[in-house]
């Protein structure tokens, strides 16, 4: 099992940006994706963006162009640099790794 911290959200006001960072307790790049999911009250938990074990990214069409997903190997980290953010970007952001571990989740809250 792995141990993910994520931290970084905040309330930030539309257009600007935020940065998450997901700590993960042992080095896993190697054979697993790692992922960014949210879920906004009422909703379904969501994919949001993805980092593959070779490093190939993925994105929801709703963040494409505004969101990034980079990883650091040596800190086991993954990031989401989150940028121009809307309100409908409110929700609890969660990292995972290929959808077998969760993070506790960390509240992004983006005001009009």
């Known amino acids: 099992q792995v141990q993910l911290v994520e931290s970084g959200g905040g309330l930030v006001q539309a257009g600007g940006s935020l940065r998450l960072s997901c700590a993960a307790s042992?080095?896993?790049?190697?054979?697993?994706?790692m992922g960014w999911y949210r879920q906004a009250p009422g909703k379904q938990r969501e994919l949001v963006a993805i980092?593959?074990?070779?490093?190939?990214?993925t994105y929801a069409d709703s963040v494409k162009g505004r969101f990034t997903i980079s990883r650091d190997i040596a800190k086991n980290t993954v990031y989401l640099q989150m940028n121009s953010l809307k309100p409908e970007d409110t929700a609890v952001y969660y990292c995972?790794?290929?959808?077998?571990?969760w993070g506790q989740g960390t509240q992004v809250t983006v005001s009009s």
């Open positions: 995972t790794t290929a959808g077998i571990d």
């Open positions: 980092i593959s074990s070779g490093g190939s990214t």
């Open positions: 042992r080095s896993i790049f190697s054979n697993r994706f």
